[in-house]
C-alpha cells in the first residue's frame, strides 16, 4: 500500500455553499448519491421489464415498483442538486419511503396472496438485503442532523 | 458447471457447447478482487483517508475483470445458451459495467474519506453482481 497523504486524486472544484444552509451535497451526501443512483436505476429498470412484459401478473406490485423507482430517482436529484429547497423535496421522499417499505413490508407479511411477485420493498426489502428499509433511515439522518455551521 | 447440466439432463436437453463456457474461474475470481477492492475501500475510509490512485489502479483492474466476465457471458449467451429473464440479465450486465466507473466519477469530486467509502461500497456492489449475475444465468433467480 502506498504512502496515502500524498497523491490524493481529484478535486473538490465546488466548495459548500456560503449561505448557511446545511450541505446535503457533499461528503457522506455523494455516498448517498452513489447509492440511491444505483437503487433509481435497478428499480426503475425491474419495473419497467415488468410492466412492459408481465403487467397483467401483478399491476399493484409493478405500480409500485414504478412508484419506488421514481422516488429514488427524485431523492438522487435532489441529493446531487442540493439546497434549501432540495433538501426539503428529498426529506419527502425518504419519508415517503420508509412509509413505503413499512406499509408494503406489513402487507406482503400478512397477505402474500396480494403480492403475488415482488416488489423492492417486498418483506422489508429482504430481497435486497434490506437497503431498501435502512436507506431512508439514513437518509433522514443525514438530511436533519444538525448543521455543520 | 454441475448444477446447470444436472438441470439440462432433467428436461432432457442435451447440453449445448458454446466452444467455452461462461468460466467458473473468472466470476471468483472477479468476486475476490470486487471484495478486495471493497475492503481497501472500506479500509481507507475508515482511516479517515481520501482515496489515492492506488484505488483508481484497484477499479481499472475490476473493470478487466468485469468487461472480461460480460463479453464471455454476452459470448456463450448469443451463441444459444437459453436465459429466463433476457432483459433482466441485460440490465444487470449494464449495472455490473457502469457501477466501477461511476464510483469513480463520484469519489473523484470527493476527496475526502467518503470519497473512500464510494470505491468500498462500488466494489461491494459488483461482487453482489457477480452473484446474481450467476442466478440469472443460470436460472435459479
Known amino acids: ?149 | 458447471m454441475p448444477p446447470r447440466r444436472q438441470a439440462a439432463a432433467a428436461t432432457g436437453v442435451p447440453p449445448v457447447s458454446y466452444g467455452f463456457a461462461v468460466p467458473e474461474f473468472l466470476r471468483i475470481a472477479t468476486a475476490a478482487v470486487a471484495l478486495a477492492l471493497a475492503a481497501f475501500g472500506f479500509f481507507t475510509a475508515w482511516r479517515g483517508r481520501p482515496p489515492v490512485r492506488a484505488h483508481l489502479y484497484g477499479v481499472a483492474v475490476l473493470e478487466l475483470f468485469v468487461l472480461a466476465l460480460v463479453i464471455t457471458t454476452v459470448v456463450s449467451w448469443a451463441r444459444g445458451h437459453r436465459v429466463h429473464e433476457p432483459a433482466t440479465l441485460g440490465g444487470y450486465l449494464f449495472a455490473f459495467l457502469i457501477v466501477p466507473p461511476a464510483g469513480v466519477g463520484l469519489a473523484r469530486m470527493e476527496p475526502t474519506r467518503w470519497g473512500s467509502l464510494i470505491i468500498g461500497v462500488a466494489g461491494l456492489v459488483e461482487a453482489v453482481l457477480v452473484l446474481r449475475l450467476q442466478q440469472l444465468w443460470s436460472g435459479s433467480a
Open chain 1, 1 to 149: 500500500m502506498p504512502e496515502d497523504q500524498e497523491q490524493v486524486v481529484g478535486t473538490d472544484e465546488s466548495a459548500p455553499t456560503p449561505t448557511g444552509g446545511r450541505d446535503i451535497q457533499h461528503g457522506f451526501g455523494r455516498v448517498l448519491v452513489f447509492v440511491y443512483g444505483l437503487f433509481a436505476l435497478s428499480a426503475g429498470a425491474r419495473a419497467t421489464v415488468q410492466i412492459a412484459t408481465k403487467f397483467h401478473v401483478a399491476p399493484v406490485a409493478y405500480l409500485l415498483s414504478a412508484l419506488a423507482a421514481a422516488i429514488y430517482l427524485a431523492a438522487t436529484v435532489c441529493l446531487a442538486v442540493g439546497g434549501e429547497r432540495a433538501r426539503r423535496i428529498a426529506v419527502a421522499c425518504f419519508s415517503v419511503e420508509l412509509a413505503g417499505v413499512l406499509a408494503v413490508g406489513t402487507a406482503s407479511e400478512i397477505r402474500p396472496s396480494a403480492f403475488p411477485d415482488a416488489t423492492v420493498w417486498s418483506g422489508f426489502g429482504s430481497g435486497y438485503g434490506f437497503v431498501p428499509l435502512v436507506l431512508p433511515v439514513i437518509g433522514l439522518w443525514w438530511l436533519l442532523r444538525t448543521p455543520r455551521s
